[in-house]
């Protein structure tokens, strides 16, 4: 397989991740999850999720939509597209699955994944992540992630509009 089918190939559909789970936990894989925006991808996003992968071992990221991102951030985000953040993302080493999702929060997602380990920003008490019920339940960990300082897509979109 070349570098692009093998990219492609960490993309899913909701159907398609469905079966991939079924085939990593048959294999016993411990699944982590996380979530986000991604809409320029930077150094803080890379330590995040290289660290979010070393607590398990298939990292699962729900990217949002364009229109789940609008809602969230603004008419003048995101900055890339969907399909642009997915391929970027899947091309990351330590990502093992993309998937997209249009709600503003991966709550759903979240509850059809079922991971072992749920992982969010530091800047999140762990009782307000949303998904922090479904895995508590299912007896998985929810950890949190100290964010690098000084990096974040709204730095960037200041530093830029500042030239």
């Known amino acids: 397989m070349n570098y692009p089918d093998i990219i492609k190939s960490k993309i899913f559909s909701k159907e398609s991740l469905k079966y991939q789970l079924s085939v990593w936990k048959f294999q016993n894989k411990k699944l982590v999850f996380t979530n986000g925006c991604f809409d320029i991808l930077h150094l803080g996003h890379i330590d995040y999720l290289s660290k979010a992968k070393s607590f398990g071992d298939k990292l699962i990221i729900g990217l949002n939509t364009d229109i789940s991102v609008r809602k969230i951030k603004g008419k003048n985000r995101p900055f890339t597209d969907e399909n642009s953040r997915a391929t970027i993302l ?24 079922q991971p072992d380990v749920l992982i969010k920003g530091g800047d999140y008490k762990v009782e307000d992540i949303v998904g922090y019920d479904i895995v508590k339940d299912s007896g998985g960990k929810i950890e949190t992630l100290d964010l690098l300082e000084g990096y974040s897509t709204s730095l960037i979109e200041e530093k830029i509009k500042k030239q």
């Open 90 to 113: 899947a091309s990351l080493l330590f990502v093992d699955a993309v998937i997209l999702f249009d709600e503003e929060t991966p709550f759903e997602l979240i509850k059809f994944v």
